[in-house]
């Protein structure tokens, strides 16, 4: 069953808008982490931000900010003034703890391609 | 500061050939290791995990194996490919970074074709 689900297979933007992805996942355990990973065109995998599950405030890294609805079980990724660097294809990670390491098992979404227009 | 590096950058490969592909990490001592495979437009899937030498856990099954011969070294494995095995594997370890909790980093990655 899919754990993380990322619906929007592709994206757009202008340059400088504001770009929201979005992500659901499925867990039942109370701790968990929720990770953005962005991949360049060369597969290079970029770490972005991420949201625990026990903190109720937003994340925010940058230019780069969560909206976490725990209770509906979903997470979107907020770029603010989008830049056509920002292009690539953004990932959704869900991570449990597994064998008393937090990042023993990581599940990602299918990603979401952007593309910033200039 | 880690580094990683990841060899080779990319192979061709034929069906039934056997192959190697291998992962070393410096300036962490007794890291766990991950391996991850992307089909080509496809997501992340973890197929193994090491926390220590000579310790391997298969995640996935896909006909692959996978050694820790060294504290800073994974080999991921093969005696026969598929054409199923075509993608692009990763290597990756967690770490503090400064992101303020364990987060999980990649290498650069192997681009494998099977043909």
């Known amino acids: 069953a899919q754990r993380v689900t990322q619906v929007q297979p592709t994206g757009s933007s202008q340059w400088g808008e504001e770009v929201t992805l979005d992500c659901s996942y499925e867990t039942s355990e109370y701790f968990y982490r929720i990770f953005w990973y962005r991949q360049l065109f060369s597969g290079e995998m970029v770490f972005l931000i991420y949201q625990p599950s026990f903190d109720t405030q937003n994340q925010r890294s940058g230019r780069y900010s969560v909206v976490f609805q725990k209770s509906f079980k979903s997470i979107s990724l907020v770029i603010s003034a989008s830049q056509p660097e920002d292009s690539g294809t953004y990932f959704c990670a869900l991570s449990e703890l597994y064998r008393g390491s937090a990042l023993g098992r990581l599940h990602f979404g299918a990603g979401t391609q952007l593309i910033v227009i200039p | 500061a880690q580094t990683i590096h990841q060899w080779p950058v990319a192979e061709i490969k034929a069906v039934g050939s056997p192959l190697s592909l291998g992962c070393t990490i410096k300036g962490k001592s007794s890291p766990n290791l991950y391996w991850y495979w992307q089909a080509t437009g496809g997501t992340l899937q973890q197929l193994f995990y090491?926390?220590?030498?000579?310790?391997v856990e298969s995640v996935v099954q896909l006909n692959l194996s996978a050694s820790r011969p060294k504290d800073d070294q994974f080999i991921l494995s093969t005696e026969k490919l598929l054409l199923s095995h075509s993608g692009f594997y990763l290597c990756?370890?967690?770490?503090?970074?400064?992101?303020?909790?364990?987060?999980?980093?990649f290498g650069s990655g192997t681009r494998l074709t099977v043909l």
């Open positions: 990756a370890w967690p770490d503090w970074g400064g992101a303020g909790a364990e987060t999980l980093y």
């Open positions: 090491s926390i220590t030498v000579g310790q």
